[in-house]
């Protein structure tokens, strides 16, 4: 049996090769978290350092702190280490306050399921 040696850890599918790197994660629930991983199990369950969560509306976004956080595997959908040497957002996306997400973030929520009860309401009418 052979072992794999640090030059295959270039080409390995393992999360050692993102340890100390600034990743940003996709979750089952659709959030995004941007943070350094600085340990993983063989579940993929991980640990963030210095994590913050990504909320993005239309144009604006918001980078929520969220200190040391732990990650469950399960709930992994996608994950990718950050060029640092790039942008992170396109320019036209603006930073405003927390606050001011979260009341976007409720309006939109209110405009989904407002279009959804719509659509229910209109199912006899069969568009198809």
């Given at each position: 049996?052979?072992?794999a040696?640090?030059?295959?850890?270039?080409?390995?599918?393992?999360?050692?090769?993102?340890?100390?790197?600034?990743?940003l994660?996709?979750?089952?629930d659709?959030?995004?978290?941007l943070?350094?991983?600085?340990?993983?199990?063989?579940?993929a369950?991980?640990?963030?350092?210095?994590?913050?969560?990504?909320?993005?509306?239309?144009?604006i976004?918001?980078?929520?702190?969220?200190g040391?956080?732990?990650i469950r595997g399960?709930?992994?959908?996608l994950?990718?280490?950050l060029?640092l040497?790039?942008?992170?957002?396109?320019?036209?996306?603006?930073?405003v306050?927390?606050?001011?997400i979260?009341?976007?973030?409720?309006?939109?929520?209110?405009?989904?399921?407002?279009?959804?009860?719509?659509?229910?309401?209109?199912?006899?009418?069969?568009?198809?």
């Open positions: 049996m052979s072992w040696g640090p030059e295959d850890l270039l080409f390995s599918t393992s999360l050692a090769s993102y340890l100390d790197k600034k990743l994660v996709l979750l089952r659709g959030r995004k978290l943070g350094v991983l600085r340990s993983f199990d063989q579940f369950n991980a640990v963030l350092e210095g994590a913050c969560e990504r909320a993005i509306v239309g144009d976004y918001c980078d929520i702190p969220l040391l956080y732990v399960e709930n992994v959908v994950l990718g280490e060029d040497d790039k942008e992170e957002l396109p320019p036209h996306m603006t930073r306050p927390e606050a001011e979260k009341r976007a973030q409720k309006a939109e929520r209110e405009a989904t399921d407002l279009k959804g009860s719509m659509r229910k309401r209109m199912e006899f009418l069969d568009f198809d």
